[in-house]
């Protein structure tokens, strides 16, 4: 990471409404994002050379920059895997692509429709094909369709090795919810919980 150090720095930042059912295509959303955080930075579209994703985003680079008019691309690459590593790898990737001279200007983006995007195929949702690929094959035929039944494994895990309790997790949840209060686009504005609200909730996967 030293590398990076006073190389490459974010310029610019978009985003769109935060909703659980925007009734719009992932690519618009990407769209908006992306030429909302161009704007921000003082660039134009044909200033971007590089684009960087999370491997698991439905939105294709050469659609993307088709739609944003962005001429041509020097760099692409995506981060893999899930939760927060894969959207924040994409950010270091950018990183990289300009700390190398491969890229001038890099967006690092993800967009999705976690309800209304049922249309497109998602990590997470149960297959509806006869059998399934990969290492989804160990984990699928089982019951493991969900991040939250995966990571509840490692949870009960952790709880098993260090001591770890509810009230741990609970704690994390609260702080999370408590930073949300103080932005004006989030979901959970103005709904604050507490550790006794976390506990009383319903348990969503605890194998």
Known sequence: MENLKDKAAIVGIGHTEYSKDSGRSEMSLAVESIGAAIRDAGLKPADID?????SMDNNDPVDI????GIPALRFYGEAPYGGGGGPVGSILLGAMAVATGMANCVIAFRAMNERSGRGTPRFGRAAVRKGVAGVNAFLQPFGLFTPAQMVGLAARRHMHLYGTKSEHFGAIAVACRT????????VMRDRPITLEDHQNSRIIADP
């Open 50 to 54: 590089g684009i960087a994703k999370f």
């Open 65 to 68: 920059a088709a739609n944003l």
């Open 179 to 186: 930073h949300a209060q103080s932005n004006p686009n989030a």
